[in-house]
């Protein structure tokens, strides 16, 4: 099975979204998502690529969807999980692969991910989607960064790796 990381930004609700955007423009977050994600391969759902609305710079963009007809120039499709791993298999890439969201695909790859970077946002927002619940026993806090944005939210970047062999396997 592939490694994969979690990278999301969440409120104090484990709010991710608001009618298919992000809730908040915060410039540090997306400055911290970029920095950590560039030049690396980026896993996302196809509601997200559609609020993206373009293929991510310096980064293999790979969408998820059931849509046999889904193609965009520059952006890699697949239509399951089975069928993504047979492909990062043969690109034998040395890239991270960030599951970059959202929340149907965050729940998908819970259980398989060993990283998750998460910002929190010390404020809570109005809006419509959320990241699964988890169970933190199974995840050990390994970096904290707290930062204030110019927005006026304060911010942590925690980077949580899975304790011993928690994860599942692919069936
Ligand atoms: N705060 C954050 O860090 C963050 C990050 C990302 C997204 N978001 C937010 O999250 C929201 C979108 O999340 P969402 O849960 O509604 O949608 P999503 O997870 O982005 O996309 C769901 C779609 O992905 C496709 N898909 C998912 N799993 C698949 C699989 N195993 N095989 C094939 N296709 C699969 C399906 O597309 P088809 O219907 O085409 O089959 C499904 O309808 C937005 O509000 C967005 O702004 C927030």
Redesign the pocket.
Known sequence: MQDYSI????DRNR?????????WRITE?LAY?RTRTLNQNVI?????????GKALDERTNI?????LG?SYPGVIV????A??ESWLVSQQSPNENFI?????????FLPLACKMYI?RIEHEFE???Y?PPYNEEEWLLTSYETQSSSSGYELSFNLYERRGETHAKLG
Request: charged letters at 15%; glycine letters at 12%.
């Open positions: 990278i999301v930004a969440m709010l991710i979204g608001a009618r298919n955007h992000l809730p977050d998502f996302m759902g196809r509601k997200t690529w559609l609020s993206i969408v998820l969807t059931n849509d889904f697949q239509h399951s999980i069928e993504l970059i969201g959202g929340a149907g695909v965050f729940e998908q910002t809006g419509d989607t990241f």
